[in-house]
C-alpha cells in the first residue's frame, strides 16, 4: 500500500531557529500534500495545501511567511517552522494524495514532534 | 466550510462489547466519509471509508453507515479488543478528500476496559 514517511519523527529546537520538515511519498507519486498541526488530545487542523509545482494553498489564520512549505518533486513537501517559538511546539502530520487514480484515499505520515524550547 | 461534529469525546466499553462512535457534517456537497484510528504518537490510518453513493460499508469487525439526508454517519465496532484502544476521528470531504483535505471531528478516545 502508499507509505508516506517523515523526517524527523522528532525535533527539539532553540526558540529563534528554524526547522525543517519533510514528507516523503515513498513508493507513489502525490500531487498534492497536506499538512496539519494537531496539539495534545486535539483533532487535526489542516495549515495548507501543497501542490507540486505551484505555491501552497494556506489555510486561514495560517502565517505563510513563518511556514514555508515546499513541493519541488512528486514525492518531497518540505515543511519549514522559521523563527521557531515556543507555540509553534506542536505535533505536525503531512498527508499525501494519490496522483491519477481517482480513489482520493489520502495516506498520512507517522508525524513530526517539535518542541521547542 | 464544513464542520464536522463528533460523540462522544471519550467511549469506555467492555471487552467484546460493541462500540460506536458517531458524526454529523454540516455541508451536503460532502461525498466522501473516512474514518481514522489514532494510536499515541502516531500518524492517523485510516480504518474504513464511505462515498456518498453508498449507505452501509463493513470490513470485518467494523463498520460504517451513511445517512445523506440527515448528514450523520457513525463508527460501529463489534466484539472489540484491548487493540481497539486509540483515538479515533470522522472526516468530511466534498472534493474526495485528494484535492481540498479533510475536515476532521474532535476525535473520539475509545477505551476498551479488559
Known amino acids: 500500500g502508499a507509505v508516506v514517511s517523515q523526517h524527523p519523527s522528532r525535533v527539539i529546537c532553540k526558540s529563534g531557529t528554524s526547522v525543517k520538515i519533510e514528507c516523503r511519498s515513498l513508493d507513489f507519486q502525490a500531487t498534492t500534500m497536506f499538512w496539519y498541526r494537531q496539539f495534545p488530545k486535539q483533532s487535526l487542523m489542516l495549515m495548507a495545501t501543497s501542490n507540486e509545482g505551484s505555491k501552497a494553498t494556506y489555510e486561514q489564520g495560517v502565517e505563510k511567511d513563518k511556514f514555508l512549505i515546499n513541493h519541488a518533486s512528486l514525492t518531497l513537501s518540505t515543511l519549514t517552522v522559521t523563527s521557531a517559538h515556543p507555540e509553534d511546539s506542536s505535533f505536525y502530520i503531512c498527508s499525501a494524495s494519490l496522483a491519477g487514480t481517482g480513489a482520493n484515499v489520502l495516506t498520512f505520515g507517522a508525524g513530526s514532534r517539535l518542541t521547542v524550547l | 466550510g464544513e464542520n464536522v461534529e463528533q460523540h462522544p469525546s471519550t467511549l469506555s466499553v467492555q471487552e467484546g462489547d460493541s462500540a460506536v462512535i458517531k458524526c454529523t457534517y454540516s455541508d451536503s456537497a460532502s461525498n466522501y466519509f473516512p474514518w481514522y484510528k489514532q494510536e499515541l504518537g502516531k500518524g492517523p490510518q485510516l480504518i474504513i471509508d464511505i462515498r456518498s453513493n453508498v449507505g452501509e460499508k463493513k470490513d470485518q469487525r467494523i463498520a460504517v453507515t451513511l445517512n445523506k439526508t440527515a448528514k450523520h454517519f457513525s463508527l460501529h465496532i463489534t466484539e472489540t479488543q484491548p487493540e481497539d484502544s486509540a483515538v479515533y476521528f470522522c472526516?468530511?470531504?466534498?472534493?474526495?478528500?485528494?484535492?481540498?483535505?479533510?475536515?476532521f471531528g474532535k476525535g473520539t478516545h475509545l477505551i476498551i476496559q479488559p
Open positions: 472526516a468530511a470531504s466534498i472534493t474526495g478528500g485528494g484535492a481540498d483535505g479533510l475536515t
